[in-house]
């Protein structure tokens, strides 16, 4: 009988959070990739271009011009998803033919004026300025909305357009798929155990350890058991933290520190501007926001697609996409890798 | 008040096959792109390469030299994700912590002793002798697997690493995450409406016919109500199937030329070699076999990325991974485009 090692022989972890399985065949690494090569990512940007509508003193596609803002900036979202007033479909005549009324709104949030940094590439300060402007978009948008989903797609290959640094905030009317997933899952594992699934989670990684990554007085950041994408991270507040409003001035500035090490790490790993969507999920808000959402724990999920090198990336496809996810080395050899890794950025430390 | 129109006012909608919602936002075509543009497709590919691990008579990874093969060919795949005597993982000592065994065995399969043909460039007997090879394959694993997942993966955007016609069959011992929430859904249909979901929804699909794509005499091909990709598509039976194998010779006739004027339709929509990942799901197999699957109909989806034009795709990133997938276009706009085109391929109306 052979033994079993998770690096050699294949087998498959749930998700408890999203109530999905993985494949996990990490003995797949040994293959030749002979694939597509994404095009090299573009280095050099030039600090302002007043032709860019995300720099200070721009004007945007509707006219608007921006202030020459010098922290982070909120506007209006010139070509939202989500629009405040749409009209609802009307009821459903059948079943199989669902559709259901959807308003929101579409922000874009600039976190420097600078359009040649990233956030590892920014001060702790600066970077706390940005965790403030989460949790102020946060309350704002929440105090009408039940989902504020905010979420950053870094780099070309993630869709992104502009390379200046920026997030995203959809706001919506309905709580969207995957948080509907995460709250009955975080709402059956509270019942059945009574603590919150992610508490009791970050407390395992802590004991166990070979997932973690960073950690810090208030903050954990780890592979989870169950990631599907090579380098995924979780995010956590050690303390039971529903929504980012909520966060002190302490844990905001350990967690502005503890994301610039983490960003420095991937940035390092491939020596390149790393690729990736994050994204944070808390409790629902808008008019249901004081019942009780004891279950949840505020989180941030980093998905990043490289694989091998900076232009080898990880394809979600066929397989992935009509069976079930499926990744090539174990979150535990991926935590490893990014353990090992300096905190210090490759491009700061030449000098 | 104003009127509800799906092209213009975002809603909500629901997959009722997969349990999952989707964002339909078509007023967003209108944003000017200025993202990622994709390499153009490579178009000349030489009809024989020696040195192609899946041309005949060419020797593999293994040091196996392929037959000089005429019609189609299966063979193990060199670098398979799933192998047959994986040990198991044991039991898991945490609800948080729950891994599973895996067994498996993955196959590749060529459609063509020639590279620089695609399916809509073979003829319709060559498609025919692939339909029969997809219904062999599923018989022969799925007598000792309960689940056999075909998938083509198109195009380098698809993470296809080589241009020669082939896709993929990966057969395992558990049934994989979308093959049960597939079960899970056509299970409760039936059982609340007394016929299978799949049935009652292609019979709607032809009286509504506004998102039908193609019909013929056996088959169907429609862009679902529910589409998350620009133009995804679903092909489904007439008659009530429950696997490939039971298709009858004039099922596959029909469903060879149906196939073969979808992926000219495809190529034609940009005059490019159009790129997808494609799959066959049907009842589970294995030792369940001879149990009651009569709530499932058999259907292949197609999952094509492009949006805009040959090289600009649909970025399922963001917002779509952290919260819930969106489009940028109605099914009903995605239908009428693709109803609209030739059915003769751009490259051989040339000549
Ligand atoms: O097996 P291939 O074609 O080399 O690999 C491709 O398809 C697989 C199955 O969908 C994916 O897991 C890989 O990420 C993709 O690159
Ligand atoms: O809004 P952007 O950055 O132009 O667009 C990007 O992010 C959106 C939200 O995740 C996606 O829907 C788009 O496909 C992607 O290209």
Sequence with gaps: ETTFRASEHQHIRYNPLQDEWVLVSAH???RPWQGQVEPPILETVPRHDSHNPLCPGATRANGEVNPHYDGTFLFDNDFPALQP???????SDHPLFQAEAAQGVCKVMCFH????????LMSVPEIRT???AWASVTEELGAQYPWVQIFENKGAMMGCSNPHPHCQVWASSFLPDIAQREERSQQAYQSQHGEPLLM?????ELLRKERLVLTSEHWLVLVPFWA??????LLLPRRHVRRLPELTPAERDDLASIMKKLLTKYDNLFETSFPYSMGWHGAPTGS?????????QLHAHYYPPLLRSATVRKFMVGYEMLAQAQRDLTPEQAAERLRALPEVHYRLGQK
């Design 28 to 30: 797949r690494m040994k």
């Design 288 to 296: 249901e926001a004081k019942a009780d959402w004891d279950h949840w």
């Design 85 to 91: 007033d749409a009209p609802n479909p009307g009821l």
């Design 130 to 132: 940005v965790v403030d």
């Design 200 to 204: 009791e989670y970050g407390r395992q």
């Design 228 to 233: 599907v994408w090579p380098f995924q991270t």
């Design 113 to 120: 004026p600078w359009s040649d940094v990233t956030l590892p």
